[in-house]
Every structure is written in structure tokens, then in C-alpha cells.
């Protein structure tokens, strides 16, 4: 269970979003079909409802519409695991070192969830272990036909050379891709509460 606030649809300011055009799109208009996507995604729910892959710079909204998405499927009775890769990648690996004996097989709680989120993947801390933990992961579940929904702030490129050209062509192919353009709004919140300090 996650002590994150769970976030909602109605509070995804699209007004953050610029409405000048970079390199012929506009991040607002572009966010607009991003949030519609992701409501009814969430809306529709069913066990075989495929996934997203959430990419883009960090600060852009992936994990607020991960968190609206878990908070609707969560309302409509089903079950979700939302977790960093940074969090599972440290579970699994008490788990496999028996640091952790008491703990549940993570995997198997992974597999039967109705839908995971994995935020942040390629954040984890690098090594064979964490790669080949993140590839079971993922590979498990996508070959389940699963509802996974995954961010990362990493480009394709990126990825495929963390974690290999097979993994990567099936997140983009089984997942509906979604890129999170924009400024960072993180930033731009700061910013402002800055600014009023400051007035």
C-alpha cells in the first residue's frame, strides 16, 4: 500500500501545458488527448484492458495520471499495486537475498494484481540484478496480457540500452504509448509559490 496521496482526474491542471507550438506540437491540445485517453482508460477498466507506457521528461504529469487512473480502477473494486521501479527492484531483491523471509512472493502478488503501475522505471538503481528483476517483472506480466501501466523519463533509445531490444519493442507494442510534453510543472508550481512568497 502506498502513503502517496492518490490523485485525480479533476485536479490535472492542463492549464500548466503551454499552448505555443514545439516542433509542431502543442503540449496543451496534446495533454488534453493524453488526459481523455487516460480517463477513459480508467473508465472502461477490465481485465483485459492492455496498458500504457507513460514516457517523457520528469515533471510532466505521469505519475498524478497514474495515480487518477489506480484511484478509479481502485473505486470500481479492483485491485492495484502502484510502486516505483526504485521500490520493487529494493523488495525484490531482500526477497531474493533473504533479507526479507516474512514477505509474500512478490512476483506471484505482482502477476495476480488486476493492475500494476510502475512508475519511474529506469530511476532503480543499475545492476544485473535490478535489470534482470525489472525484465521478469515486465516480461511476466506482458506475456499474461496483464493491465500494466508503465512511466519512465528514459527516451526509447535509452531503454533498449538498459534493458535490451526485446523488452523495450514489447512495452512500446503491447502498451499504448503515450509521450508527456510540456514544461515541467513541478517547476512552474515552485515557481509560483516563490513568487507569492516573494510579492
Do not use: W
Not at 49 to 71: C, D, P, R, V, Y
Not at 166 to 195: C, H, K, T
Amino acid at each position: 500500500s502506498t502513503q502517496l496521496q492518490l490523485s485525480s482526474f479533476d485536479s490535472f491542471e492542463l492549464s500548466y501545458y503551454p499552448l505555443d507550438s514545439q516542433s509542431g506540437v502543442c503540449p496543451r491540445e496534446h495533454m488534453q488527448k493524453v488526459l481523455g485517453f487516460c480517463e477513459k482508460y480508467a473508465r472502461s477498466f477490465h481485465s483485459q484492458s492492455g496498458g500504457i507506457l507513460m514516457s517523457g521528461k520528469t515533471g510532466l504529469g505521469k505519475t498524478h495520471l497514474s495515480l487518477a487512473i489506480a484511484q478509479a480502477v481502485i473505486d470500481q473494486g479492483h485491485t492495484v499495486v502502484y510502486a516505483t521501479a526504485s521500490e520493487l527492484v529494493r523488495k525484490l531483491s531482500d526477497q531474493f537475498f533473504g533479507k526479507d523471509s516474512d514477505t509474500e512472493d512478490i512476483l506471484a502478488l505482482l502477476g495476480e494484481v488486476d493492475l500494476l503501475i510502475f512508475d519511474d522505471l529506469g530511476a532503480e538503481f543499475e545492476s544485473n540484478f535490478s535489470v534482470s528483476a525489472v525484465y521478469d517483472l515486465l516480461n511476466t506480466r506482458l506475456a499474461a496480457g496483464k493491465p500494466l501501466i508503465v512511466s519512465t523519463n528514459l527516451s526509447p533509445a535509452e531503454l533498449q540500452k538498459r534493458y535490451g531490444e526485446r523488452i523495450v519493442s514489447r512495452l512500446f507494442s503491447q502498451l499504448v504509448p503515450l509521450n508527456f510534453v510540456g514544461q515541467d510543472v513541478r517547476s512552474i508550481l515552485s515557481n509560483q509559490r516563490l513568487g507569492k512568497s516573494l510579492g
